[in-house]
């Protein structure tokens, strides 16, 4: 079964990286295996869940207007 739209994470880049361990809810877990099944589908690659979280996290901060805001960025420089 081939999907038509694409998800809003889209092929994943090839990046440097560093280990960092988190703990989430089983819930969470059983829905991030069921979105790195349907990435899998949807661009032909394999990927488990705990490769995808890095991306999920750094898209979902791109989007954040008030994050990405002047008045934010200039005061978290310290």
Avoid: N, W
Avoid at 1 to 15: H, Q, V
Avoid at 18 to 26: M, N, V
Avoid at 34 to 57: E, F, K, N, S, W
Wanted: one cysteine or more.
């Amino acid at each position: 079964m081939s999907t038509t739209k694409k998800l809003r994470l889209g092929p994943l880049p090839k990046t440097e990286s560093i280990k960092l361990t988190f703990a989430c809810p089983a819930s969470l877990k059983a829905e991030l295996e069921r979105y790195a099944a349907l990435h899998a589908q949807t661009y032909g690659d394999a990927v488990d869940a705990a490769t995808l979280i890095p991306h999920m996290l750094e898209a979902f901060m791109a989007r954040d207007r008030v994050f990405k805001s002047p008045r934010r960025q200039s005061s978290s420089r310290c």
